[in-house]
């Protein structure tokens, strides 16, 4: 079994910073290779889009809406962080945590349980 938990959500200010963090556990009768984590987000009334991604080499990418102010980061294989900075209220959405890659030779992705980001004043 693969799971995503995701935490560090919450209520901030326009301007303000949040760290999200998505822990990934694997039993150990699992064999699960990683090809990349990513984090989307879906805001009411909105399709869920990507925000950032970490590949298990290292690369990142971002969402044009989001670079320079949000920084991916962290081991694929343990735990990954989302740090947002300069936050505004369009941020606010539920962010979820996603992880690709191949459960023994089929290729096969897991979702987290999401955390709510709030922007306002």
């Known amino acids: 079994q693969v799971q995503l938990v995701e935490s560090g959500g919450g209520l901030v200010q326009p301007g303000g910073s949040l760290r999200l963090s998505c822990e990934i556990s694997?039993?150990?009768?699992?064999?699960?290779?990683?090809?990349?984590m990513d984090w989307y987000r879906q805001a009411p009334g909105e399709q869920r889009e990507l925000v950032a991604t970490?590949?298990?080499?290292?690369?990142t990418s971002y969402a044009d809406s989001v670079k320079g102010r949000f920084t991916v980061s962290g081991d694929v294989k343990n735990t990954v962080y989302l740090d947002m900075r300069t936050l505004k209220p369009e941020d606010t959405a539920v962010y979820y945590c996603?992880?690709?890659?191949?459960?023994?030779?089929?290729?096969?992705?897991?979702w987290g349980q999401g955390t709510q980001v709030t922007v306002s004043a």
């Open positions: 996603h992880v690709s890659g191949w459960l023994i030779n089929v290729a096969k992705d897991y």
């Open positions: 694997i039993s150990s009768f699992t064999s699960y290779s990683i090809h990349s």
């Open positions: 970490l590949t298990s080499g290292g690369s």
